[in-house]
């Protein structure tokens, strides 16, 4: 009975749909959340056709990358369950609702490492194997194996450049140099990293060259204007954070201007992107409170704006002991907090200690802590994903 149903219900769509204008439907197809769009394709086989066609997928895509919509994210947690994802969706954040869907494992686990137009680059924790996937239409390539340092996963960044229609995976391979070469020698030269970048589709990764920089493993990089950006210390006898880009085009390093957000060079803690522009978290010690500047027309040091000054909080999902630590310690949480993004709403996401999601609302100053079904408990790492059914040939 219910069956029958369903197929009167599929039949009715699809005759409801041949009565409308192919770009009608298009244009309300491309509109919808991942979710709603997965749906659809369950409705019937016309419908399946028309959302699997390469040009609804990349209008689909276009839309929702768009600035200004609320993003979605995929959440990933190796402990106590290993290789355990979730793809989450402010889609209907305005109304107070979060999407949740608990995305299938691997078959061996994998680590999370960038996402760009809709795919995900991970690596393979065991084999060491760089991967593209899509995971909602589970479609996957295993990249060439790395030229050197097979055995090491560094830094990964994967970016798309327009101009030439190509996706590229940078990698970035920190070296220590034991000992100088002569006395004078400048203490920078003792760190080293080698980068290697891979064209998708060609056969081999191209070693570029050794670079005097260490970037921070637990700081995402940000990608904006088809640059790639991360935290840098010079060397290994200063803490001083460099803000340094890599352009997917020229493939060349470049030193980016700072904003002058604090007394010293140490207070910048991560990077990420909002609203389009590259955005630095900067910590004081001396109030405790966590700054957002945004730089706001790219590569000019004087469009630096402070945006947002956040206060202290503390997430009631942090463990007793976890607590304990931060008050015995007077150790500031903010600390160890990210900004994800900025909502529609003006709200900010944070994430506090890779335990918790928190939305804080800059008008009221208050804090509203976000949970979903089969959350994970422990340290999970969270990056900005589109939901699309996006493929490399599109």
């Known amino acids: 009975m219910e069956e029958s149903k369903l197929l009167k219900k599929g039949q009715t ?97 994998m680590n999370l490492m960038d996402s760009c137009n809709g795919l995900l680059c991970m690596y393979d924790i065991t084999c060491r194997n760089v991967y593209i996937c899509n ?5 996957s390539i295993e990249l060439p194996n790395l030229v050197n340092h097979q055995s090491k996963v560094g830094n990964l960044g994967f970016g798309f450049l327009q101009t030439t229609n190509e996706y590229k995976v940078i990698q970035i391979v920190f070296r220590r140099k034991l000992k100088r070469n002569h006395p004078d020698e400048d ?48 060397n290994k006898y200063t803490m001083a954070s460099l803000l340094i880009s890599f ?51 790219y590569g000019a040091k004087e469009s630096w704006i402070k945006e947002y000054s ?3 909080y503390l997430p009631s999902t942090l463990t007793r002991q976890e607590t304990r630590h931060f008050a015995y310690s007077r150790i500031n949480p903010n600390l160890y907090v990210q900004v994800l993004c900025v909502l529609r ?25 976000i949970t979903f079904p089969e959350m994970p408990t422990y340290w999970f790492k969270t990056i900005i994903h589109v939901g699309s059914l996006n493929w490399l040939h599109n």
């Open 247 to 297: 352009d997917l085009e020229t493939e060349q390093f470049q030193k980016v201007p700072k904003p002058n957000c604090c007394g010293s060079d140490m207070c910048l803690r991560f990077l990420s992107v909002v609203r389009g522009c590259l955005s630095a978290g900067a910590f004081h010690e001396n109030d405790g409170r966590l700054e957002i500047w945004v730089m706001k027309e």
């Open 135 to 139: 995971p909602f239409t589970r479609q």
């Open 345 to 369: 709403s003006g709200e900010i996401l944070l994430v506090y200690q890779r335990r918790a999601l928190v939305v804080y609302n800059p008008q009221s100053e208050t804090f509203k802590e």
């Open 13 to 109: 769509a699809a005759n409801m749909m041949d009565r409308l204008p192919q770009e009608v439907i298009v244009h309300v197809l491309s509109k919808l959340p991942l979710t709603s769009l997965l749906n659809s394709k369950l409705v019937c086989k016309a419908w399946r056709t028309l959302i699997q066609d390469p040009f609804l997928i990349g209008k689909h895509l276009s839309y929702l990358a768009e600035v200004g919509n609320d993003p979605s994210f995929i959440l990933q947690s190796n402990w106590p369950i290993p290789d355990q994802r979730h793809f989450l969706d402010f889609f209907d954040h305005s109304e107070g609702k979060v999407i949740s869907k608990k995305l299938p494992t691997s078959t061996t686990p």
């Open 310 to 312: 956040i206060g202290t």
């Open 187 to 234: 203490p920078s030269m003792l760190i080293q990293s080698e980068v290697q970048i891979l064209t998708v589709g060609t056969p081999s990764w191209r070693i570029l060259k050794t670079i005097p920089y260490r970037f921070k493993l637990s700081a995402s990089n940000a990608f904006v204007n088809e640059r790639f950006h991360w935290l840098s210390k010079p």
